[in-house]
Nanobody
């Protein structure tokens, strides 16, 4: 089992920045991938970014490329999502997710690939 706890959400003006954190506990030694997803009201959950826990390979949704950066700090069992140049359309509940399977990049962009999820943190970007 892996437990995930997000933090760092909040209210920010358009053009601003936020950094989300995802602290993992439990069977972290077997983690393979951590992902970030978001869900806006009345919309489906969508992929934002993912990173392999050991090698640090990353993938991003086109909508956030060049603005968001995913990273991890293995010693602290914590993943991060640095979000710059935020836009009102980035407003959503952001979830971190983790899995032990060796997913391909395509598989890692799918919510159903992840067994473990955090509780979510609200990000609101005002115009």
């Amino acid at each position: 089992q892996v437990q995930l706890v997000e933090s760092g959400g909040g209210l920010v003006q358009a053009g601003g920045s936020l950094r989300l954190s995802c602290a993992a506990s439990g069977r972290t030694s077997r983690l393979y991938v951590m992902g970030w997803f978001r869900q806006a009201p009345e919309k489906e959950r969508e992929f934002v970014a993912a990173i392999t826990w050991s090698g640090g390979s990353t993938g991003y949704a086109d909508s956030v490329k060049g603005r968001f950066t995913i990273s991890r700090e293995n010693a602290k069992n914590t993943g991060y999502l640095q979000m710059n140049n935020l836009k009102p359309e980035d407003t959503a509940v952001y979830y971190c997710a983790a899995d032990l399977s060796r997913w391909t990049p395509s598989q890692a962009s799918r919510a159903r690939s992840y067994d473990y999820w955090g509780q979510g943190t609200q990000v609101t970007v005002s115009s």
